[in-house]
């Protein structure tokens, strides 16, 4: 093959779904992925989608929209969302205390926010009951001013920021310890305050990973029930999660009913996600 030939061969077509690779094995891994997520997501929730679906549409809309299941979506979206903000102001501050200061205590420090990863989700609810109870180590002070930390939404609430709190820390941590501390002492040479450093510099840069920690705590939210039930009080209407309102429609045999609302939860929650991971895309483009 000559010169001229090689250089009247037109280029070579890029791949238009995935980048060349020097190491290969797209089809295999791919393989393996779609296989495993088809075995433990996508199979499970068809299948609850399946059981829903054995309903009339006159059914179905019942069911979900029923007052009970109405007060039950409104505490566990709106205490997971209450609870990730602010699992996502204390996030921050806490994890750049520990990547930006040495200070004694720091290993403990550290331990304690991976503790509630590792503690039982029943032992912790029993635990933040006993503390917040209105006889409560922490309930007994709060009493008196009229506030009323347990057994209602409040509790809820408190629950979901304890075991939310570690999502956020840990994923903005890598984050900030990539980022240069030199920017931010350049910002401060060329006149900013330390105010327009933190704004301009310091929270754009985290803006993707801070909504990475938001959607994990307020996934965790939406599910969690092991501590969340010994601190509600868990009456109807008022201080009851979605989850527990599905556990209940278990132990009563009406199977149907507890997939309905349990696809009404899956919806809303993929659909949240999805406008969070949209906005988080969006963020690294254009930030």
Do not use: C, H
Not at 98 to 111: C, E, H, M, Q, S
Not at 130 to 147: K, R
Request: net charge positive; proline share 6%.
């Amino acid at each position: 093959m000559t010169a001229d030939t090689a250089e009247r061969r037109p280029p070579a077509k890029r791949p238009l779904f995935r980048r060349r690779s020097a190491i290969p094995g797209f089809g295999l891994t791919m393989g393996v992925t779609l296989s495993v997520l088809s075995l433990i997501v996508l199979i499970p929730l068809s299948a609850v989608v399946l059981k829903a679906a054995q309903q009339s549409p006159a059914e179905f809309w019942t069911v979900a929209t029923s007052q009970r299941a109405l007060a039950a979506y409104r505490l566990t979206f709106g205490a997971a969302f209450v609870a990730a903000l602010v699992n996502g102001i204390f996030g921050v501050l806490t994890a750049w205390a520990l990547v930006r200061y040495d200070f004694p205590g720091k290993t403990i420090v550290n331990a304690l926010v991976d503790l509630p990863f590792a503690l039982p989700t029943a032992v912790a609810g029993i635990a933040l009951a006993t503390l917040y109870s209105p006889n409560g180590w922490i309930g007994q002070f709060l009493t008196p001013l009229g506030i009323k930390a347990a057994y209602n939404p409040i509790g809820v609430t408190i629950a979901l920021i304890f075991i939310g709190l570690p999502f956020v820390v840990r994923t903005i941590e890598p984050v900030l310890r990539d980022a240069a501390e030199d920017v931010e002492e350049a910002a401060a040479s060329l006149g900013a305050s330390r105010f327009d450093t933190i704004v301009r510099i310091v929270l754009p840069a985290l803006a993707p990973a801070w909504l990475t920690g938001f959607a994990l705590a307020f996934a965790r939210g939406v599910g969690e029930y092991g501590s969340v039930i010994f601190i509600a009080g868990n009456m109807p209407y008022k201080s009851e999660i979605a989850p527990l309102l599905i556990i209940i429609q278990l132990e009563q045999f009406e199977y149907a009913r507890a997939a309905t609302i349990a696809v009404v939860m899956l919806a809303v929650s993929f659909t949240m996600l999805l406008v969070i991971n949209a906005i988080q895309a969006w963020s690294r483009r254009f930030a």
